[in-house]
Nanobody
Framework: EVQLVESGGGSVQAGGSLRLSCTAS????????MGWYRQAPGNEYEMVST???????YYADSVKGRFTISQDNAKNTVFLQMNSLKPEDTAVYYC????????????????????WGQGTQVTVSS
């Protein structure tokens, strides 16, 4: 059974930092891409960052320079270090894993690709 368990969410003030973790089980971590998505209230899903099985990274323009994705293959864990947080970063953050993860969620299909965790809430106050 594939499982993705996120942790590390919480409430911080603007300018603060949080580190999200996602521990995966039930599949070979080395063979898939991993990613973080988020959904703010009333909004569509948004890709935040992905990391390929070969280590290539991709970031949404809105988080470039502030967020960093990384992974520990030995621990089947992917991380999202979030610095200089802004109120507009407030959302539920989801971990995803799959052979194909979309970068553009505007068509509403992002959740149809890969396996997703249950999400962790991040709240940034001004």
């Amino acid at each position: 059974e594939v499982q993705l368990v996120e942790s590390g969410g919480g409430s911080v003030q603007a300018g603060g930092s949080l580190r999200l973790s996602c521990t995966a089980s039930g599949f070979s971590f080395d063979d898939v891409d991993m990613g973080w998505y988020r959904q703010a209230p009333g909004n569509e899903y948004e890709m935040v960052s992905t990391i390929s099985s070969t280590g290539g990274t991709y970031y949404a323009d809105s988080v470039k320079g502030r967020f960093t994705i990384s992974q520990d293959n030995a621990k089947n864990t992917v991380f999202l270090q979030m610095n200089s947080l802004k109120p507009e970063d407030t959302a539920v953050y989801y971990c995803a894993a799959g052979h194909l993860l979309l970068h553009d969620c505007s068509g509403g299909y992002c959740r149809d690709f890969g396996y997703w965790g249950q999400g962790t809430q991040v709240t940034v106050s001004s």
